[in-house]
């Protein structure tokens, strides 16, 4: 595919390179969808993207993983052979330590490095972003085997927020049962207004002092504030929804590989409705939720009769035992799980529809939808595509709680060239946009590709 390499002067000084790709490139790997979607590819080739997020003008901006932000913009319809209608691509930030999150919040504009939240001074009119940052929140924990940092601003009663995730230092990390570890949890930060101007710039706030929203939560790579109405009398704080990676298994005593391969789940997490629920422990490392009950009835007989959903331990603390795990005084089980190995990576809730010929329809106003970037260690694999979760969480058609609107056409061969989705982004018009990190993609779903996206 021919890409068109357009180099626009900014300000006389600084030269941004954009390039262009028409729509009509296929997927890398072939992608099945289902009714009434429709999928397309609307930028190929990029460098691992992860986090997106619309700014005000309706600009893409997209992290690269170990490249940068870029930001991308339809050159809307067009008939003409010889200019057709594609996106551009923009250089926003050139920064390799960009790991994943990303918000903007007025003109600021907020990405995630391994070690600290950055804010950018950023124009959407010219998509242009300060040279230097102001460091927002420093001493994250940089050295897990996680370290990607998703990103959330928060509005409310006059207060801006940024509520800031992390990741586990290893895959089961028993300093994630203190919260003091600053470990597998969500805190929030609070100031009005929380970003300063840029020059001078304020103090940062270092990680451990922000409030914790919640923690044993393996790796809460994706969370956003549901619809569901807020209860004032009880001093009601929204619903924020987390989905949540769980541990691989398979190297724990007392479990098996067939077991592994379908065990544990992962979650959906529920904080909030009043402050006080602020602050509770998830679990991990000690507790953890079945998917599968009967994956392995010979070596492992003891789960058969127990439902998907229910919480189990990994033994890893004689005091935290399947008796513990269960007490929810302990433990805060999941609202909703997810079939093992699923990797879910974002979530974005949707409405109130658009009345748009390229919305997603509107009766899944409310409704949630995740990313499953798919699994590594599944036989055969799972995942490899985005399910919409229906809300109230319950009301679902299917018995699983959720279903797919795209997914790799052929699983067998995942990764391979298959949709590994990441981030997770709504357009005005109410199509759903997704990156795909290990095939270099950006896409769109929407209910009809009658015109350009
Ligand atoms: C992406 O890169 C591959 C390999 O260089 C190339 O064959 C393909 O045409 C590129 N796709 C686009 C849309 O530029
Ligand atoms: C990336 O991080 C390294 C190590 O902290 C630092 O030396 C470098 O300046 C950073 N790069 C940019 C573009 O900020």
Known sequence: MRLLVLASALFGVVVAQDTFQPLGVPFKGPVKTWSPIAAQVIFSNLTAPRGIVFDSQQNLL????GFGVTAFTPT???????????????????????THGIEIDGNRLLVSTASQVLAYKYDASTRSASATPVVLVDNLPADGEINTHTLLVEKRNGQTSLLVGTGPLTNIDTTARN????????RRFTEAPIIGPVSPSPAPFSWLSGQLVAYGIRNPAGFAFS???????LNG???????????????????????????????????????????????FPDCTTLWNPTADTTNLPQ???????????????????????????????PSLSFQAH????????????????RSLPATWSGDAFVSFRGSFNRDPPTGYGVVRVPFP????????????????????????????????????????????DSTGELFVLSQSLLQPV
Do not use: M
């Not at 997209?62 to 993983?65: A, G, H, P, S, T």
């Not at 619809?227 to 009398?233: C, G, K, L, M, T």
């Not at 797919?404 to 709504?426: E, H, K, M, T």
């Open 227 to 233: 619809h569901e109405p807020v209860i004032a009398s």
């Open 237 to 283: 704080y929204p619903n924020l929804y987390i989905v949540e990676n769980g541990a691989s298994i398979d190297q724990v005593p007392g479990f098996t590989p067939k077991f592994a391969n379908d065990n544990p789940a992962d979650e959906l997490e529920r904080v909030g409705g009043t402050i006080s629920n602020l602050g509770q422990y998830f679990g």
């Open 76 to 98: 809307g319809i067009t008939s003409s052979p010889t200019s057709p209608s594609g996106w551009i691509r923009r250089v926003v930030i050139k920064n390799p330590n960009f």
């Open 342 to 357: 699923s990797v879910p990576l974002d979530i974005k809730f949707y409405g109130p529809a658009p009345t748009n010929i």
């Open 303 to 333: 789960y058969a009769s127990l439902p998907r959903g229910a919480q189990f331990s990994l033994n890893l603390d004689p005091i935290r035992n399947d008796a513990w795990c269960k007490d929810t005084g302990n433990n805060k089980p």
């Open 179 to 186: 919260a003091a570890s600053g470990r597998s949890q969500v």
């Open 62 to 65: 997209v992290v690269e993983r």
């Open 393 to 436: 969480l319950g009301a679902s058609e299917s018995k699983l709680g959720y279903s797919f609107l795209i997914q790799a056409a052929d699983l067998s061969v995942c990764p391979g060239n298959c949709i590994r989705p990441v981030g997770l982004a709504f357009g005005k018009n109410g199509q759903l946009y997704v990156s795909s």
